[in-house]
């Protein structure tokens, strides 16, 4: 009786457990609903966190290729912001930036590695900061310039 019940138990939930592990890619409403965060260096691939969006407001992928045709050929962008926190060993600064449309970044908050070109002496945390980021090969940016803009927080 019991061996019954496991068995028929067991041939319900098999195909639905197979189908589940064998689809190797998200539906495309989970796709959409896709921001990616970085890249995985282990070789997995994109790692990326699932988002709700407001009704109406175009998907990611729709913005993504809206912000890739805006920028296409170009792998630098400009942004103004404040400095939170400069990272002299690290070569590095957090810096509270306003919306860079260029990529399609809203205001945040991030910290940056910058080129070993540029001098970080003359930036202090809360000086408000123009600045150039350029992608690197792995997709990260980096600052490339960054200017005192005047005016502190």
Known sequence: MIVRLYRSLLMGLVPIAFSACASPEPAPAEQELAVPLGVDLGGSGPV???VARPQGEPGYSERVGQTQMAHAGANDAHGTGT???????RHKVEVT???IPEIGWPSMTMEF????????????PGTRVNFTIEQQPGGMYEIKVITPAGGGR
């Open 83 to 89: 400095v939170n926190s400069v990272d002299l060993a």
């Open 48 to 50: 990326a966190a699932p």
């Open 113 to 124: 590695p910058v080129a070993p070109s540029v001098d970080l002496k003359e930036i202090k």
């Open 97 to 99: 930036h306003a919306p």
